[in-house]
């Protein structure tokens, strides 16, 4: 049986905590004794600027630089890894941009790269070709999602593009959660769209991520917030993400995860 997760962290939105949600995630994950690498498609190179890392190589070596792709990766401990990014991606967007097929591109050169447990691939603020690269290469598609009137409206506006992109692609990217993410437990808004979330989208809707100063702070220090602060509520928060994730595992890993369809139809 594949074990492998490949997971694509993605919204339209900007600020909404993707790549918070992805290098936690992963840290989280890595520290459950997963065998993790993150990867970063977004041009701001958030992920590598969050973990302080700046490598000789990194994802535009992997894409344009015909690099091989295991000597892009750069460890960072015992099951944690990345490929992180800069703004040479946007110089790489722009040159495959002109290439047919070009979202094709990235899952064929990390078709070389097994022995994970889960692939999470940061995305940026839009559905460029970037995105699309990750989506294609992704499997599954978490949303992390701000709980309020704008975030539902990009979410379902995500939700379509996931949608479409599937069927434009002949792809099959299922969607198996959606994290509401900076959420402010005393705002009545934050209460009821997460209601609404969860009557929309049933059980793919995770326990939200609370505001937290910590999860704000852990980047200056190039920490996960598992080790800057771990008994803030923003490190249990996103452990409680880890083990619902860790939950799903055999669901998934055995095809019968099938809620990403359901919630699919739900938002149609
Ligand atoms: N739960 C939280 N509590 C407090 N601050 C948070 C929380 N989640 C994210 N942030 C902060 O919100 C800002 C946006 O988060 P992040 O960069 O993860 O969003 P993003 O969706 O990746 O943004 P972009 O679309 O630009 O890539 C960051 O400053 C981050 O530290
Ligand atoms: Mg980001």
Not at 6 to 20: E, F, L, S, Y
Request: proline content about 4%; hydrophobic content about 40%; charged content about 25%.
């Amino acid at each position: 049986m594949n074990s492998l997760r490949k997971i694509a962290v993605i919204n339209q939105k900007g600020g909404v905590g993707k790549t918070t949600t992805a290098v936690n995630l992963a840290a989280g994950l890595s520290r459950q004794g997963k065998s993790v690498l993150l990867i970063d498609l977004d041009p701001q190179g958030s992920v590598g600027v969050c973990l302080h890392q700046k490598p000789e190589q990194d994802m535009y070596d992997l894409l344009i630089e015909n690099i091989h792709p295991k000597q892009c990766i750069t460890s960072l401990g015992k099951n944690l890894d990345i490929i992180p990014s800069n703004n040479s991606l946007i110089r790489a967007e722009l040159f495959l941009s002109k290439r047919d097929g070009a979202e094709a591109l990235l899952r064929q050169k990390m078709a070389v790269i097994t022995g994970y447990d889960y692939i999470i691939a940061d995305c940026p603020p839009s559905f460029n070709l970037l995105t699309r690269s990750a989506l294609l290469y992704a499997e599954e598609a978490f949303i992390p999602t701000t709980a309020d009137y704008l975030g539902m409206d990009s979410l379902k506006k995500t939700v379509h593009l996931l949608q479409r992109l599937n069927s434009s692609f002949d792809h099959d990217l299922k969607i198996t959660k959606i994290i509401p993410t900076l959420y402010d437990v005393r705002n009545r808004i934050c209460k009821e769209s997460h209601i609404q979330m969860k009557n929309e989208f049933y059980e793919l809707v995770a326990e939200p991520i609370r505001i937290n100063a910590r999860i704000r702070e852990a980047p200056q220090v190039g920490k996960s917030i598992f080790s800057y602060k771990p008994s803030s509520p923003g490190a249990k928060d996103y452990f409680s993400l880890v083990r619902s994730v860790l939950q799903d595992e055999q669901f998934i890993l055995n095809g019968k995860g099938n809620d990403g369809l359901k919630m699919v139809k739900a938002a149609a």
